[in-house]
């Protein structure tokens, strides 16, 4: 870490500084000075689900930067107080406004150059009838052969969906973890 997370402590309002703790930290950190609060920063988990119905999988078209007119699975940043899958759940209602079933988890993808974790899991939809939110221009059902690859948000949006296809192909899902630098 270069700079501290924070300019003020959130406990006492005094500048931070940014150091290695005197708790036996190795890390540098953002510290107070003056009540000596360490403030940590660690990284977002973005959580989201795979929507499918039979061979088709939901994806959305984003209304909002980044990546505005691309599409991705619905997915986005998890809330304090819920757990994943109803993080994930979450959002495929507020993007895609879809009816469906959680399945299992499917993929964890590492993304530490910007600090982020993502998450998905498998979900049955229900209908084929959407009602997306202000954050999806557009929801809608494709084949793997009719997705748009080039148009795809978001790298861990690609390559869950090629493991997802690969898995399908194979007649067996797995759990997949993997990184991308």
């Not at 977002?44 to 929507?51: A, D, E, M, R």
Request: proline share 7%; hydrophobic share 35%.
């Amino acid at each position: 870490m270069h700079r501290p997370p924070v300019k003020h402590c959130k406990n006492c309002g005094t500048a931070v500084v940014c150091r290695v703790p005197d708790d036996g930290d190795t890390r540098k950190r953002g510290v107070c000075p003056a009540c000596h609060t360490v403030h940590y920063e660690n990284p977002l988990n973005v959580v989201g689900t795979i929507p499918y119905l039979g061979d088709r999988i939901l994806l959305c078209k984003r209304n909002i930067e980044p990546r505005l007119g691309k599409w991705t699975l619905p997915a986005g940043f998890m809330e304090l107080c819920e757990t994943v899958s109803e993080g994930a759940a979450r959002e495929t209602v507020e993007e895609a406004g879809a009816q469906f079933e959680m399945g299992d988890f499917f993929s964890l993808v590492n993304i530490p150059r910007v600090g982020q974790v993502h998450m998905f899991y498998r979900a049955r939809l229900l209908s084929d009838q959407f009602d997306p939110g202000h954050e999806t221009m557009e929801a809608r059902l494709f084949l793997e052969d009719d997705i748009p690859w080039d148009e795809i948000a978001f790298r861990t949006v690609g390559e869950t969906l090629k493991r997802y296809f690969a898995d399908r192909r194979a007649g067996q899902f797995s759990i997949h973890v993997f990184d991308i630098p």
